[in-house]
């Protein structure tokens, strides 16, 4: 391996000729590990292998210490292109040249069909097109944040801590979230990001002319960014290119840059090269070994062939590295009495201005995400507070989904707020992929369930859990009063791993203890995640409900035993994911359990505590309240009455069931 660092002001004979060493030797693993997995993407692979090449040799990031927190960061956002990169990177010592070959895409090893970070210098597991780029600008933001004072508007401030890359493919560049990302690092000064696409003109369905036809360097210098054509084949011209672009030596080096390193798809290979059927698929053993005999590389697919038949099976990996958020001073809670009636959102305000004015200090350790709802979510106070860690990405969600979650594995404690139909439903996939990524996200979103005023069905997120839950990463808690709220906030704040909360728009009465004598969530009542809180005692029956129906189910409690002398449990399972498993069996003891949530009850509450009991092999009789059809536009009070997880609806349920 050798190291240029940028160092020479051009290429030497001897440079050039080791390059084209590397490329030959790549070019000849990329095509030895596709034929024998008999899958993969060798073209792309090939014509993107001399900028993988070129910015391992010169960035600052080293086998032998691949995550030092110094490190330039390198990120794949056309992840199937892993052939190429595990060869680039076994080339440079970073991983086992042999295993990459053998083991490709065979289920447990760590060199996947697209790249994962089990792979050292693998920055973020890649694959959906489009989303590569948000998460390098999540990593811009990190260097950038790093020398910024907490005081000052970030887009004022000067230096990075360190450099990023980003490799696009063409054929990607349709995708819309690109363009927010190049947005969001033009108006932050994100000069320490670059980006380069591997410009074959190709994708898998043919010529991008004909696909889909779009002007790449209109789009990308329209956005703000520099934009430089470049041989991508020219080892020199590559290399002064880029050298240009890493020290801001470009026309406005106040900005990013991108190079549009125009190559020719399965580069080096006569019968493949510029043929988009090569995109997708592999080459017969006979065909490789033509094609090794032109790179001038030893055949040694027999050899790989018998060891990859020999290997045993192997748990799954998906061991990747983590960095947790950074220890926090989240303060005392806020105790709100019982004569205050507020909102959760306000309530969550208040706990972010505090984490900002408490740690946000002599450096950023706290940074929030809008998606220009700043006044609706309440992050004013953060936003005046701690200017250099408020990001406003603008209607731009599916960028800020992503830039967030990467900038939460730098070291930040990361909150993005938006309505819950933005910022859960709209980005799923994001929100998915931040999961699998092993982000340390706090996504707090307003405006969920059918409490969100009378916007109607677009608008009323009634599936947030359902979709958080099917993921195999998310913690899903929703409040039922500010108070809950407040410690919720505080738990999570610098808490490891994806969490959610979901809350309403309205104003709610605070809960009260069983004797009146004030809030439940006093100075006292913290929050732990799987835990349940026992409101209400009873042996007559069970209300197990979450978020606004809680107190609605207090009352209904009061209601019920002033009808029949009955006394029902309530409990407020505010963790959805984890549930509290034991409160949810020892409910199902009094024999009836009604789940109230204003959400989707298969997919919710209703749908976790079914699930509980069966996996339990308990019998109960459950039924389960909540938005069972698409509502309506209208206040949340009359959507409560008709869909009887109000007050009134609760306690005629329950009557109904106790006969």
């Known amino acids: 391996m050798f190291r240029l660092e940028f160092q020479p002001e051009q290429l030497s004979e001897d440079h050039v000729a080791a390059f084209e060493r590397l490329r030959k030797q790549c070019s000849g693993d990329i095509l030895s590990m596709t034929t024998l997995s008999a899958s993969g993407h060798p073209g792309g692979s090939m014509s993107t292998l001399p900028a993988l090449l070129m910015l391992y040799a010169n960035a600052n990031v080293r086998a032998t210490a691949p995550l030092a927190e110094d490190r330039d960061r390198v990120f794949i956002s056309h992840g199937h292109v892993s052939p190429g990169t595990y060869s680039a990177l076994s080339a440079y010592g970073f991983c086992d040249r042999r295993e990459s070959i053998v083991t490709f895409r065979r289920f447990g090893s760590q060199f996947g069909g697209h790249v994962e970070m089990g792979v050292p210098g693998v920055e973020w597991n890649t694959g959906n097109l489009g989303q590569g780029l948000s998460a390098a600008v999540g990593a811009a933001l990190a260097g950038r944040l790093a020398s910024a004072k907490p005081g000052a508007d970030l887009r004022e401030q000067e230096g990075a801590g360190f450099r990023v890359a980003c490799i696009m493919g063409d054929g990607e560049q349709q995708k819309g979230q690109l363009g927010e990302a190049r947005r969001l690092a033009v108006k932050y000064g994100c000069n320490n990001l670059v980006g380069i696409v591997d410009w074959n003109r190709l994708q898998i369905g043919g010529p991008i002319a004909e696909v889909m ?51 020719v798809m399965s580069h080096g290979v006569d019968f493949m090269e510029d043929q988009a059927k090569w995109h997708g698929t592999t080459l017969s053993t006979d065909q490789l070994a033509t094609a090794l005999e032109q790179l001038g590389e030893p055949n040694h697919f027999a050899d790989y062939q018998s060891e990859r038949a020999a290997l045993p099976s192997v748990p799954l990996h998906h061991h990747f ?47 929030a995400f809008s998606a220009d709802l700043t006044g609706s979510v309440k992050l004013n106070g953060f936003q005046k507070a701690s200017p250099a860690a408020f ?21 930040y ?138 107190h609605h189910a207090v009352a209904a409690h009061d209601a019920i035993f002033a009808a029949t002398g009955k006394r029902v449990r309530v409990l407020n399972l505010a963790s959805i994911r984890p549930i509290d498993r034991d409160a949810v069996l020892a409910a199902a003891s009094t024999g009836f359990i009604l789940t109230v949530e204003d959400h989707n009850p298969d997919t919710g509450l209703g749908g976790v505590v079914a699930l509980t009991l069966a996996d339990a092999g308990v019998a109960c009789r459950l039924e389960r309240a909540g938005i069972d059809q698409w509502p309506g536009s209208g206040q949340p009070g009359d959507i409560h009455r008709f869909f009887r997880i109000d007050a009134a609806g609760i306690a005629e349920r329950v009557i109904a069931a106790l006969g």
Not at 394 to 410: D, V, Y
Request: net charge negative.
């Open 391 to 411: 990001i406003e990405g603008g209607i731009q969600e599916h960028n800020s989904a992503t830039a967030s979650g990467r900038l939460s594995r730098e070291g």
């Open 413 to 550: 404690s990361v909150f993005f707020s938006t309505f819950g139909i933005f910022g859960v439903t709209e980005v799923f996939n994001q929100q998915r992929l931040n999961g699998f990524n092993g982000a340390n996200l706090k996504l707090v979103c307003t405006h969920c369930g059918t409490d969100v005023g009378e916007d109607g069905p677009t608008h009323q997120v009634v599936d947030y859990a359902g979709l958080l839950r099917s993921t195999f990463d998310w913690d899903v808690f929703v409040p039922a009063d500010p108070n809950q709220c407040d410690r919720i906030v505080r738990a999570i704040a610098d808490r490891p791993g994806c969490q959610f909360v979901g809350m309403g728009r309205s104003k709610l009465p605070v809960v009260a203890k069983a004797d009146g004598s004030g809030p439940f969530y006093d100075g006292t009542v913290g929050f732990t995640p799987g835990q349940a809180d026992l409101l209400r005692d009873g042996d007559d029956g069970a209300i197990l409900a979450v978020g606004v129906p809680v």
């Open 213 to 263: 036809p779009h002007d790449i360097a209109a789009d990308w210098a329209a956005d703000g960014w520099n934009v430089v054509e470049v041989d991508g084949h020219d080892w020199a011209q590559l290399y002064a290119a880029l050298r240009a672009a890493w020290t801001n030596n470009t026309a406005r080096p106040d900005r990013p840059t991108v190079l549009l390193m125009r190559t």
């Open 321 to 367: 590295p983590t960095n947790p958020p950074p220890a926090l001073q989240l303060g005392e809670p806020i105790v709100y009495p019982l004569d205050k009636v507020t909102d959760c959102r306000s309530a969550y305000g208040a706990v972010m201005t505090e984490l900002a004015e408490r740690n946000n200090t002599d450096r950023v350790r706290v940074a």
